[in-house]
């Protein structure tokens, strides 16, 4: 229940951060993000020379030629958000670069980014098990919060925290009524 919990708050309220922080600080008008890409290709290879982007990413951010895809932020999970954040806007890498932890000093919008991606990776993306006791459900949970926190200072928004608390209650409240 605590993984359910900690999976359900990393997709909906930090995704819903991770896209504004990507809107806000993207260099050009969102329905034009295709061409930013492609003028980036050599930022979005890999060090083994592969795309960054799997094919299942590449048909959420690139409109479908017939039009049945159109390509929507809304869709974009964390993993994919963080790739987009990371080479393609504006944000600054934070203090340690991109891919390794921040210190816990560096309150960033890219050390954010990077917390929330290391915090994913951990919980659902290479977690060995589903399983997460209470205590580091609540410590995952204040760490969250806290990056929620820092990411609203920054974006001078109030709407993460809140979101983030109120899911708590909802999901509490589904998972116990179970």
Known sequence: MNHARLCIA???????A???MLLDNF???YRDIYKAILGNQAKLIGARGRPLLNQDQISLVFPDPLGQQTGTVETFDVSLLYTLIRNVSTVQAPLTGWGSIPQSSDKSLGASVERIRSYRNRI???SPDAKINSQDFE???QKLKDELHDIEVVLNSQVYSTELEKQKRQVISIFNAC
């Open 18 to 20: 991770l896209r504004k």
């Open 139 to 141: 410590d995952y949970w």
């Open 27 to 29: 260099p050009i008008p």
């Open 10 to 16: 990393l997709a909906t309220v930090c995704g819903m």
């Open 124 to 126: 659902s993306g290479h």
